[in-house]
């Protein structure tokens, strides 16, 4: 996924976020609607110029905060946790131990903090190989899965 996410500064690229689709023992998923939705959402915007989103949230910033990690998140107009639930995100401290973490969202800024790492250094999000997710946009696209270390 971060492979395929590096590419999108080649010009004239997209990438539809499709990872709470399917079924994570099966490669081929049977909601290929909404792949085609949010792919053809790309093509309307990038191709066709219509005023719409088609992003999902991407982070563009880290930054350490009181007791947590702070992400700002690009296409994040009515950013919300799905059904109001917390989930996919863990922060790890200076030992590198990731911990689940809760979300809390701030206009584009989540706020990801755990009672079990009181100073994180580290965030990610939908980090894993099938994830839980709970960030969306307004426009009911998952956000793209981030993380601010490099270990």
């Known amino acids: 996924r971060e492979a395929q996410a590096a590419a999108l500064v080649v010009p004239r ?3 539809a ?3 709470e689709i ?3 023992k ?3 998923p049977h909601n290929k609607s909404d792949i085609g939705k949010r792919l053809a959402l790309l093509a309307r915007a990038e ?3 219509e005023k719409l989103e088609s992003q999902s949230p991407r982070a563009v910033a880290f930054e350490k905060v009181s007791g947590g ?3 700002r998140l690009s296409a994040a107009k009515g950013l919300h946790l799905r059904d109001g639930k917390s989930a996919g995100a863990v922060v790890a401290g200076a030992d590198r131990v990731f911990h689940p973490a809760t979300l809390a969202i701030e206009g584009d800024v989540v706020i990801a903090r755990s009672d079990k790492v ?3 250094v580290a965030l990610r999000y939908a980090w894993a190989n099938a994830p839980e997710v709970s960030l969306y946009n307004g426009a009911g696209l998952p956000a793209a ?3 601010s270390d490099a270990w």
């Open 22 to 24: 399917g079924d994570p």
């Open 69 to 71: 990690m702070r992400a």
């Open 145 to 147: 899965p981030f993380r």
């Open 26 to 28: 099966d490669l081929h």
């Open 47 to 49: 191709v066709y110029g």
């Open 17 to 19: 976020v499709t990872i």
């Open 13 to 15: 690229t997209g990438m």
């Open 118 to 120: 009181p100073e994180p």
